[in-house]
């Protein structure tokens, strides 16, 4: 088997240690405006709404948005268990990608039929959010730069034969990295943003239209009943004509689609602000978002600080699925990014990391989100977004809201909105399932990006696992 680039060309552990020394560990997107936040209160009484949305991450706060700008005599209550945007809200790389199947690749294979339409909507999808951005002035450092895909490794260079491939000498003039053999430039299906300050943002969007959210507000029981649907909580409850859930990685209220997502965590670095020396031997002067072609990948992108997010490559999912607080500080996850940041920019040796942290992300078995509903179609539910959800949520906002309603639109007819996917199987299934696909994974990058027999096996049955 041969050895990955990130083997090849070793970090020494002192360079590691020093450059994590210091760093603290929370996400640097809910860090760095703490002190524009707005305190929610609790929900402490009995009330009713129209429309009952649970969870505050993207997911809920789109569908919060776009539920007012639908109907603006609609009353919309927002309950959160924790703060808005706390957890993959505000964790995520900020790839604010147009894709809404996980990529052009998945969504063409599992619907080839619609691929063409799926990637229209989409791009419609990215072209709305900015201009929300624009017609609302959110100040979230949207910036549509486009993303790089990098190959690392000899065999990559040749899956990116075609039109718009860069050679190594190109797509080093855009960043300079030793690692990048070839690549390819999306100009105009991604942009990068700052995602606490969307999160924040979206939330202060959704109250002036009307909303009410109430933070640490955590939802214990769903009740339908002849007059709604009775969400408690530990202080109050709301009754509700229909209910949005959006509770991502954690368990849903629906027992029925527990296992159609699982929590698997990702681990991210964020360094300090690069001097204008270490810029400058890098490059990035149009500040695209990166991510590497290998199974395990990396993703990483600049902010408007000149910081470097590097994140990626190790996935883990924890026996039984929990989602808990004690797994975002992985010690041996945070030392593996370290090195293979310093292989990837071994000019940039001497830096240091600010800020490390680790989350959960919902992932499903088609690596993509899907839509449910419940209760006669008082309830819609979407989960399973694999990692790009930031763009990707407010189109699963408008398709719950369609659901809801009762609407036939396009999005309420795609197949892909239409299907459900096979959910993962119960323990210890899943945790040997999850850990068999991982060392296949890790194998294909071992060896040229062969796929073995499990792969190529999922592969015909459109299962996996991913992050």
């Known amino acids: 088997m041969s050895q990955t680039v990130f083997e090849r060309h070793t970090t020494a552990p002192g360079v590691i240690q020093t450059a994590l020394a210091g760093s603290i560990n929370q996400p640097f997107w809910m860090d760095d405006v703490a002190t524009r936040r707005v305190e929610y209160p609790p929900l402490r009484e009995h009330t009713v709404a129209d429309l009952a949305i649970v969870g505050g991450g993207f997911l809920g706060l789109w569908t919060a948005i776009l539920a007012k700008e639908r109907d603006p005599s609609r009353s919309v209550l927002l309950l959160e268990g924790r703060r808005v945007g706390w957890a993959a809200s505000g964790r995520n790389g900020g790839f604010c ?17 619609e691929c063409e339409r799926l990637d229209a909507l989409g791009m419609q999808n990215l072209d709305e959010i900015a201009a929300t951005i624009a017609r609302y002035a959110i100040d979230c450092d949207f910036e549509r730069s486009g993303v790089l895909t990098v190959a690392v490794e000899p065999y990559q260079v040749a899956q990116l034969h075609g039109d718009g491939c860069l050679s190594a000498a190109a797509i080093r003039a855009e960043v300079d990295s030793p690692t990048f053999l070839a690549g390819h430039w999306d100009r105009a299906g991604c942009a990068m943003l700052h995602p606490g300050k969307l999160a924040l943002e979206l939330a202060r969007i959704a109250v002036g239209l009307g909303v009410r959210i109430c933070e640490h507000s955590a939802v214990t029981a769903l009740q339908p009943g002849a007059d709604g649907v009775r969400l408690a909580t530990a202080h109050g409850s709301v009754r509700a004509a229909r209910v949005v859930l959006a509770t991502n990685a954690f368990p849903s209220l629906l027992k029925r689609y527990r296992w159609h997502t699982i929590p698997v965590y990702d681990y991210v670095l964020m360094t300090e ?39 990626g490559y190790d996935a883990v999912y924890n026996f039984g699925g ?11 996850s945070f030392a593996r990014l370290a090195g293979h940041f310093f292989t990837t920019f071994p000019q940039l040796e001497g830096l240091r990391f600010s800020h490390r942290w680790g989350g959960a992300i919902d992932t499903s078995t088609r690596f993509c989100a899907f839509f449910g509903t ?14 790009l959800g930031v763009g990707a949520t407010r189109f699963a906002g408008n398709v719950l809201l369609d659901r809801l309603e009762g609407l036939d639109t396009e999005r309420t007819r795609l197949r892909m909105v239409r299907e459900t996917p096979p959910p993962f199987p119960p323990e210890p299934l899943a945790w040997l399932a999850v850990q068999s696909t991982r060392w296949a994974l890790n194998r294909a990058d071992h060896n040229h990006g062969k796929r073995n027999l499990l792969l190529r096996t999922l592969d015909a049955l459109g299962l996996g696992f991913d992050s």
Do not use: C
């Open 97 to 113: 990608e147009a894709s809404i199947t996980h990529g052009e690749d998945n969504g063409r294979s599992r619907w080839p039929e």
């Open 374 to 387: 419940a209760h006669g179609g008082r309830v819609a539910y979407a989960a399973g977004f694999t990692g």
């Open 322 to 332: 929990k989602v808990r607080g004690e797994y975002d500080d992985r010690p041996a």
């Open 273 to 311: 602000p690069l001097s204008a020396a270490q810029l400058a031997s890098v490059g990035w002067r149009n500040r695209q978002g990166i991510a590497d072609m290998g199974n395990q990948f990396h993703y990483y992108r600049i902010t408007r600080d000149n910081r470097i997010l590097f994140g």
